[in-house]
Structure formats: structure tokens, C-alpha cells
């Protein structure tokens, strides 16, 4: 067998691991081990298989243009996202991929419609990476995208009733789940708690208050719950929780979105540590929080990962024909301060 023949069947033959492993391991999936994952990369650097797709693409010329679509809500996690796309973008630079990234700075779903708008009236983007404000809204676009030949990937949030090619992020239901049994143990299990939202219409945030008022509801009967949701484009996050602090008596608090970090700074501007505090993603904010004492658990998401894979895999649908299962869910971790 010639080196310039490798497929990725030859990998799977190579390395003594079935093919639908080696895909996950060419895209990029985070569900495998590193023993696994070591064995195919290996396999695919002895038959050159990288090589070869490198010098067939050049010798084609093909140059694909991907837009990635997001509406940057807070200073934490997106800064994270934007790595993992830039470093994907950068290693297959030269296979002829380009991203351009379509930011969006309001949460109305219109705002990310506008830019599907554009992106349609281009007519030369080859792909469309976003992670979707609202779960149904954006389908018609999504579905005339897909219609048209031009492939989209969800990451982070999701469309699933869409024509959407997958999704990739993190299980929304069992992250509220994973949240709930956190703040519950922290508590004592009894007591009140205020789950705070703010976009009910965001498929991680409707799925989240589900699985955290589900597991609530099933294992934590001495707890009461209350579903505290802020306005879209509303700058009361810290009064809201402010208020809750003074003049309410909450145990805990559960924030289904990246700002959990504001939860923390009420609690230091008012030196408060007995509220406990659960929430999403780290940030240079939330890290110092934690340590002071004022979070007591991140659930972190890693975007890096996943805006990464997310490229990977329409790569690897554009240049290689793989298509990828229309739902991976990607690893959580729990963080606390003896994390930092």
C-alpha cells in the first residue's frame, strides 16, 4: 500500500481501532481516551494520512470561507470560544480555510437573523458555525443555508429542530442537574435558592433551569426554588442579585449563565460568604472570586474545546466528506478553589 493511498480506513486497520473511533479522533472529539487518541494519531503519522490530504487539497486549490456567528453576552467564556476557532483556523491555514467571525453585541435573536441575512445575500460562504440565541427562531435561515449546500454546525447552544449538520457543546439538561446537586449538598439540602436566568429563549438556558428544577424537584423536597429571570438587554444583574442578598433570605444561588461572576461581586462588595454561590464558566474575574471565598463552584464548559472541534468538523465535512454524529456532547468540570 503507497503512503499517498492512506484513507482513514487504512488508520483504523493501522492502529487496531475501529473506523468510527478514528473519525472521532480526526475531528477532534473530545470522547476518547488519550491512549486512543495517541495510538490513531500515530497510525495516521506513519501512512502520512495529514500529508496526503494537505497535497490533495493544494493541488485542487480549494479555498472554503467559514462564518462563525455569536452574540458575546459577558467578558467570561468568549474569550475562550475565540481562541479555540483561531487556533483551529491557524493549523489549516494551509489547506485553503479562512473564518471570519460575525459578532453580534445584543441578545435579541433578530440581531444574529440580521447576520444569517447577510450571510445569505453573500452567496460565498461555504459554512456556518453558530451558536444560536434562540432555539427555534433561527431555523428558517438555518434551513434555507442548509437547503442551499451550505453546511451549519451549532456549538455551545442548539437548534435541534432545525437542518442544522450537529451540534457539539456541552448537555445543557445535565449541567442544570450537575448544578443542582452541587448547590444542594453546599446547603445542607433544605433551605431557599433563586436560579437566575436571563434568555429563556437560549437552548442552554432552558435546558439547564430544566434539569436544575427536575433534580430539585426529584431528590431535594426541603428545598424551595425560585426562577428569578432578568430581561433580555437588562443591566439588573447586580441589583437583582443585590436585592436578593440584603433583603431576601436565599441559602444558594444558581446562575444558569457565564455572569455568575457579577453574583460573586455583590457578595464581596457586601463581604457576604454565607450565600452560596453556583454558577458557569471561569474567568480571570470569577478565579479571584473563588480563591476570596465569594464563588464556590464553577461549572466550566470548555468553550476552547468545543469552538475548536466545532471548525475541525466542518473541515472535515468540507475537504473530507466526513459527516459527524448530529449530537457530541462534550466534558464538564467541576471547579472549586483548590482547582485554581
Known amino acids: 500500500m503507497e503512503s499517498s493511498r492512506a484513507t482513514l480506513k487504512d488508520v483504523a486497520q493501522r492502529s487496531g481501532y475501529a473506523l468510527r473511533t478514528v473519525k472521532k479522533v480526526m475531528s477532534g472529539t473530545e470522547s476518547v481516551g488519550n491512549k486512543t487518541r495517541a495510538a490513531v494519531l500515530q497510525a495516521a503519522v506513519e501512512l502520512n494520512y495529514q500529508r496526503n ?52 453585541y445584543d441578545r435579541d435573536a433578530e440581531y444574529q437573523i440580521a447576520e444569517l441575512e447577510k450571510i445569505i445575500a453573500d452567496g460565498g460562504i461555504d459554512g456556518i458555525i453558530i451558536q444560536p440565541m434562540s432555539q427555534m427562531r433561527l431555523n428558517p435561515y438555518i434551513d434555507q443555508l442548509a437547503d442551499a449546500g451550505k453546511p451549519v454546525i451549532t456549538f455551545g447552544a442548539d437548534a435541534s429542530s432545525s437542518k442544522r449538520l450537529c451540534y457539539i457543546g456541552p448537555d445543557a439538561y445535565k449541567s442544570g442537574r450537575i448544578g443542582a446537586q452541587i448547590l444542594a449538598n453546599y446547603i445542607g439540602k433544605s433551605g431557599n435558592v433563586a436560579l437566575i436566568s436571563d434568555n429563556n429563549e437560549h437552548m442552554q438556558t432552558f435546558d439547564r433551569i430544566r434539569g436544575f428544577t427536575d433534580r430539585m424537584k426529584d431528590h431535594y423536597p426541603d428545598i424551595q426554588v425560585t426562577n428569578l429571570n432578568i430581561p433580555i438587554n437588562s443591566s439588573l444583574y447586580y441589583e437583582l442579585v443585590k436585592t436578593i442578598v440584603t433583603k431576601e433570605s436565599y441559602q444558594g444561588i444558581f446562575c444558569t449563565d457565564a455572569n455568575s461572576y457579577i453574583a460573586g461581586e455583590v457578595l464581596r462588595d457586601l463581604n457576604v460568604k454565607d450565600t452560596v454561590v453556583v454558577g458557569f464558566d471561569i474567568s ?33 465535512y468540507l475537504y473530507m466528506g466526513e459527516v459527524p454524529d448530529r449530537i457530541q456532547h462534550t466534558i464538564l468540570s467541576i471547579l472549586t478553589s483548590e482547582c485554581l
Open 53 to 104: 490530504i494537505l497535497a490533495s487539497t493544494l493541488s485542487k486549490g480549494k479555498k472554503s470561507r467559514i462564518a462563525i456567528i455569536y452574540t458575546v453576552t459577558t467578558k467570561a467564556y468568549f474569550p475562550e470560544v475565540e481562541k479555540g476557532f483561531a487556533q483551529c483556523a491557524e493549523e489549516l491555514r494551509d489547506f485553503g480555510l479562512s473564518i471570519e467571525f460575525h459578532k453580534v
Open 284 to 316: 480571570q474575574a470569577a478565579a479571584d472570586l473563588m480563591k476570596e471565598g465569594f464563588l464556590k463552584v464553577i461549572i466550566e464548559q470548555n468553550p476552547f474545546q468545543f469552538s475548536y472541534s466545532a471548525l475541525r468538523m466542518m473541515f472535515n
